[in-house]
Each structure stands twice: as C-alpha cells, then as structure tokens.
C-alpha cells in the first residue's frame, strides 16, 4: 500500500523497484558487428556521428554497476548485444557470454536485480544482410539467441525483457527512415516488420520459460500519452492501433508489461502535433515536456493487457540537470497518484545511468544521471542522480523542490 503523509510526501510501495537503464550499443563501445555500426558508417543516413567508443562501458561494466550502487538504487536495467554473442549465424561467443553473466552475478551481489533486455534495437550485421526482421527466419533466429543466452545466464537473470520498443524499430526504421535500414514512408514494410518482431517477442518469451529459472518475463514498448482534440479523434485511434496497441494484445500470458514514456502526442483535425501551444515548453529531443505523461500511459498500459507494470524507461534530455529533477519528481508523482487509483506498478527506472549515444542524434543528447567525459570515459554523478537515490532508498518523495 501507498500512503499519502503529511504536506506532500508521497510513500511508494514495499518492494518497489528503483532502477536505471542502459542499452548495449549506446554504452559499450565498439559494437562492430551490427546493423547499427553499419548505419553509421553508411553514406546518407540522418546519423550525425557514429558510436565509436560509446562510453567503454564494455571495459568499465563494472564501475557502472558501483555507481547504481552507491546511488542507492536496487535494479540496473542493461542489454545483451546480440551480435557480440552470436558474431556469426550459430557460433556463439563465450568469452561475450561469460562477460554478461559475470555482471548479472555482480549486480546481485551489489544487492541490484538484473533486468535483462534480450534486444536493443541492434541487429547483428548477418542477420541485417538476410533482412533483418522482415527475414521469415528472423522470429526463430531471435528465439534461439535467447534460448542460448537465458541458459547461459542461468537464473540469476532477475527479470527479462525480449524485445526494447518495437514499435520505435519499425516505425524509425520503415516510416521515419532514422533507424536502420533508413526507408521512409513504407506502411507495408512497416507492417510486414511489426508482425516479425511480434513473432519474435512470442519465440522469445516461449525460450526463456524453457531455461533455468523463474523470473519475470515481458515487453518494453514505446508509449505516449495520446490526447485527442476535436476532429483528431480518428487519428489518435489509427496512430493507437498501429503503433501501440497491435503490441500490448502480443502480451497475453507474459509476467508484466514495460512501459517506456517520455511525453504526449496531441491529435487535431490537421492530425497529430507534438504540442499544442506554441508556448509549449520543449526538450532538445522536440518533445512537449510533459512528465505527467508516465501516469497516463501506464495506466492505459495496465488496463489494456491486465498485466502488473513496470515502467522500464522515463526520462528527459537536458544540459540542465536541475529540470531533470523536476521531471522525475512530477514523473513519480503521476506515478503514485496511478497507483493511489489502483493501477498495479511495480517499479520506476529512469532512463538513464549515462550520458550516452542517442542513436541518429549521437552525443548531442544528455539524458543521464551521470555525466561521462567523451575523451577519458571518467564518471561524474549528477545531482539528479543523488536526488533520485534518496528516493529511491527511502522509498518517499518529499514535498516537490521548491520554485516547482
Ligand atoms: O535512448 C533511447 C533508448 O534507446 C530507447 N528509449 C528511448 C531512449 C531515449 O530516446
């Protein structure tokens, strides 16, 4: 249970999972051998530079675990690059396997629980040549990996998400043309690449309730708060169908739906628009900067498949680190107030742990609670991390910072 104490101190619920997040590609440096690397590399593409070295988490993994850590917090949320662990269709690497389970194992024994993403918008490069996920083969290709990895990472693996956003996959991928492979505008391909990674989250999780252990299994999906205004009825309805609700009705029997929201989307008789106002306060990202958007589509999250939800991404982009604070406190404040009406969330993980490669936008973007120096990789704690340690370790939110 929540309560609600005195003045505005808002109490989360036992057991509640505080964490931070990553992805392979965008921290590990290195990642040679994928869809993305060649994205980047490739003439014409929106990329403004490529990954390079990332933040050499793949060296430095497990001072990044020290740091979620000493923040205070109690799950690291981290992918496994698929094109480290199988470099070639069934050659397997175990030197890349025995790497990710040795950080599986640490985070344990720093008290933090493994949250697992089994893919990160990164396809390996043998794969990609083959079509990547509009290959037929590719569901089964995905379902293998998993089966191969989960066994390998064994049951200390604390919960497990198949596939990070596989709306954003297809939708940069086949209409937005900002994701590899780069087309615009294709609502056949899109469609054809929504189905294939559908498969591919069923295949996976049919492998991980096959391997060792019994933890949490679901999805991640990209959600926004969908507002509708006179004439765009129609409109949030189609965008809602084809980009986020062919995804949670793929849920039925997983252990939880990850929700990953970072603003609103307004829909008008001219269609949709990412603010209204032309005041609109915005992110670097283009976005409104609405934090409270995280309640909202949790909730819708929860009533649509019935599942528990974790929010497995929020977060903001800003050189200013102090309206970081105030979007994850107004962000968790939704939070509770959703939970407060009923709705079962059972963790909050704030993306991210680092300032790291945000994809086509590269290092323009500054959506960690640590600041990491592009030429010696050194880690710097934000204030904003600290403030959400102190949450996160109490477990309260106290009254909003003063001047909110
Ligand atoms: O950096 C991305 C992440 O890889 C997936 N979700 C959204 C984040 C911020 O854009």
Redesign the pocket.
Known sequence: MTTTGSSDELRFPEGFLWGTAT?AH?IEGGNTNNDWWAFEHADGTPVIEPSGDACDSWNRWEQDLDLVAKLGLNSYRFSLEWSRIEPAPGEFSTVALDRYKQMVTTARDRGILPVVTFH??TTPSWLAERGGWESSEAPDRFGEFTAKAAAHLGDEIGMACTI??PN?VALMGFVLGAFPPGVAMDFGRYDLCCEQLNAGHRRSVEALRAAPGSYPVGLTL?MAELVGHEGGEEELARFQETVEDRFLRNTVGDDFIGV?T?TRFHFTNSGYQVAIDPSARMTP?GYEFYPEAVGATASRAAAVTGLPVIVT?N?V?TADDSERIEFVDRALRSVHAAIEDGVDIRGYTL??LLD?F??ALGYS?H?GIVEVDRTTFARNPKPSGVFFGRVARSGVLGAPPVGS
Do not use: C, P, T, V
Request: net charge negative; no cysteine.
């Open positions: 992805a965008q990160h918008f990070n956003e954003i990209s990953q970072y990202m991404e977060g982009s993306w991210s790291n945000e994809w973007q959506f």
